[in-house]
Every structure is written in structure tokens, then in C-alpha cells.
């Protein structure tokens, strides 16, 4: 997924998560600090480059140092970004800051990475995160396992999004019913720019109204036992949408 190139869009996406910016130098260290105890998958990514998955290491007084990623070509690439951006999470609570370039060095004798501490960092609770609608057509592919009629796929429109879940939208006579409490299993999200993402939801309500003259289901779903790197790229997408809903809104204010 490409980074937006106005800065007043990355400005107003930011001033939207400004309460869950941690900005006190020890707040931030904590955090770190997490990452690096809890040995979290972190997700590290330059300007329009592919993501890289390394690890915390140690922090230094002024820097924290990560492991080199396991595609040697990505290294020089994190050398040489003008800006790059951390995702990961701990214990389920979004973690995101941005730092400098990487330094190449050594950890104990290994190869590693170095940058400078970010200045800030983004904590962001799974209750707190926010659900869009997305701007154009998002599906997902639902598998309907064989006591709902046969082993077959269906496919689906998402309502909204968000990091903690998402609402599904079926319609009334498809062979899969969701019921509230029902786990739905390998559920292929086709994330725009970023390739499928296959997830495990848990439905917490059903309603059904009409629309254009039929019945539709709406199943608001809970995402069950994320992986870090998929909650990264949940909470990077919808990050997107938040860049993209502001946009519009000042366009429609202009």
C-alpha cells in the first residue's frame, strides 16, 4: 500500500489518533521496552517499499536496535529511507511510531540495525479502534462448511472495518447463516494493495433489513487469535481509510 504523498492528509490523520499519542520519552521507552520483552513480530517498512518482519533487540540511550531482515536486499533499502514506519502489537494493543534511516551495526557480534527513538508513538487500544466504511467495494470469501449445505465459498460485501473487526453483509438466502457465537474459518479479506488476508471471526450480532427490494444479513464479527503481523496490516489498512475519509471530507468542505 502506497503512503499518501500530501502532507496536510498525513497532519489531519494524525491529529484524529492525537489522544493516543504517547509523546513523554520514558512512556515511549515502556514500549519498547514491551517489544523487545515480549519478543513481538514488528513490521518495518520504507516509502513505498514491500514490509520487512524483524524484532526488537535492545535499547541503546538514544536508539533502539532491530534485527536485519531475513531478504538481504531489504537492508539497504531501510539504510537508505528518508523516513521508515513501525507496526506491531502487544498483547493486542496496536503499536505504531516512525524513526529515520537505519544504521548498520552489530548486536552481539550479529548483524543489526539501529535508529534514532521516535519522538512519538501511537498506543492504540483494540477497543479503540476506529471501524470505517470503505470507499469502494471491499469483499471477503466466506467458506460454508459442510453441515450448512456443502464445502463450498460464497463471497461477501464488508461493511465497515476496523482493527478489532468488521461487519459482513450476506444476503438472506445464501447458504451460509451466521448465528451469533458461530467462528467463521479461513475468511479471505482482499485487502486493496496489499493481497489477501486470510483471518478466523467470531459473529457478535446479526441483524437483517431490505435493501433494493431483498432481505439482507449484516453479521458484525469479532477477528479471533490475530497474528502481529496481520493485526499490522488490519490496522495499517484501516489506517488508509482514515487518510482517504479525511480527504474527502475536505474536499467536500472546499
Same mark, same amino acid.
Given at each position: 500500500?502506497?503512503?499518501?504523498? %500530501?502532507?496536510?492528509?498525513?497532519?489531519?490523520?494524525?491529529?484524529?489518533?492525537?489522544?493516543?499519542?504517547?509523546?513523554?520519552?520514558?512512556?515511549?521507552?515502556?514500549?519498547?521496552?514491551?517489544?523487545?520483552?515480549?519478543?513481538?513480530?514488528?513490521?518495518?517498512?520504507?516509502?513505498?517499499?514491500?514490509?520487512?518482519?524483524?524484532?526488537? *533487540?535492545?535499547?541503546?540511550?538514544?536508539?533502539?536496535?532491530?534485527? =536485519?531482515?531475513?531478504? #538481504?536486499?531489504?537492508?539497504?533499502?531501510?539504510?537508505?529511507?528518508?523516513? !521508515?514506519?513501525?507496526?506491531?502489537?502487544?498483547?493486542?494493543? /496496536?503499536?505504531?511510531?516512525?524513526?529515520? %534511516?537505519?544504521? !548498520?551495526?552489530?548486536?552481539?557480534?550479529? %548483524?543489526?540495525?539501529?535508529?534514532?527513538?521516535?519522538?512519538?508513538?501511537?498506543?492504540?487500544?483494540?477497543?479503540?479502534?476506529?471501524?470505517?466504511?470503505? *470507499?469502494?467495494?471491499?469483499?471477503?470469501? !466466506?467458506? &460454508?462448511?459442510?453441515?450448512? /449445505?456443502?464445502?463450498?465459498?460464497?463471497?461477501?460485501?464488508?461493511?465497515?472495518?476496523? /482493527?478489532?473487526?468488521?461487519?459482513?453483509?450476506?444476503?438472506?438466502?445464501?447458504?451460509?447463516?451466521?448465528?451469533?457465537?458461530?467462528?467463521?474459518?479461513? =475468511?479471505? *479479506?482482499? *485487502? %486493496?494493495?496489499?493481497?489477501?488476508?486470510?483471518?478466523?471471526?467470531?459473529?457478535?450480532? &446479526?441483524?437483517?433489513?431490505?435493501?433494493?427490494?431483498?432481505?439482507?444479513?449484516?453479521? /458484525?464479527?469479532?477477528?479471533?487469535? !490475530?497474528?502481529?503481523?496481520?493485526? #499490522?496490516?488490519?490496522?495499517?489498512?484501516?489506517?488508509?481509510?482514515?487518510?482517504?475519509?479525511?480527504?474527502?471530507?475536505?474536499?467536500?468542505?472546499?
Amino acid at each position: 500500500m502506497t503512503d499518501p504523498a %500530501p502532507s496536510a492528509s498525513r497532519d489531519d490523520f494524525e491529529s484524529m489518533y492525537e489522544k493516543y499519542m504517547l509523546h513523554h520519552p520514558a512512556d515511549i521507552r515502556a514500549r519498547l521496552r514491551q517489544l523487545i520483552d515480549k519478543r513481538c513480530t514488528v513490521m518495518v517498512r520504507a516509502p513505498g517499499q514491500e514490509d520487512a518482519t524483524t524484532a526488537a *533487540l535492545a535499547l541503546g540511550e538514544r536508539s533502539i536496535w532491530f534485527d =536485519v531482515p531475513r531478504d #538481504a536486499d531489504l537492508t539497504p533499502r531501510l539504510q537508505t529511507a528518508e523516513k !521508515l514506519r513501525f507496526e506491531s502489537a502487544i498483547e493486542r494493543i /496496536g503499536v505504531r511510531f516512525t524513526t529515520g %534511516p537505519a544504521r !548498520l551495526g552489530t548486536y552481539e557480534g550479529l %548483524p543489526a540495525l539501529e535508529v534514532d527513538l521516535p519522538e512519538k508513538l501511537i498506543h492504540l487500544q483494540r477497543r479503540d479502534y476506529v471501524r470505517r466504511e470503505p *470507499l469502494s467495494s471491499l469483499g471477503c470469501t !466466506l467458506s &460454508v462448511p459442510a453441515s450448512a /449445505g456443502g464445502d463450498h465459498k460464497i463471497t461477501a460485501r464488508i461493511a465497515d472495518i476496523g /482493527g478489532g473487526g468488521l461487519a459482513v453483509l450476506t444476503s438472506d438466502d445464501a447458504a451460509l447463516q451466521p448465528a451469533v457465537g458461530d467462528e467463521l474459518e479461513h =475468511v479471505v *479479506l482482499e *485487502l %486493496p494493495e496489499d493481497g489477501p488476508l486470510t483471518v478466523r471471526l467470531r459473529v457478535q450480532h &446479526v441483524a437483517k433489513f431490505e435493501q433494493n427490494g431483498r432481505t439482507v444479513m449484516r453479521a /458484525g464479527c469479532q477477528f479471533v487469535q !490475530l497474528s502481529a503481523q496481520d493485526q #499490522a496490516r488490519l490496522v495499517r489498512y484501516v489506517m488508509h481509510l482514515d487518510r482517504l475519509h479525511s480527504i474527502r471530507r475536505r474536499e467536500l468542505g472546499s
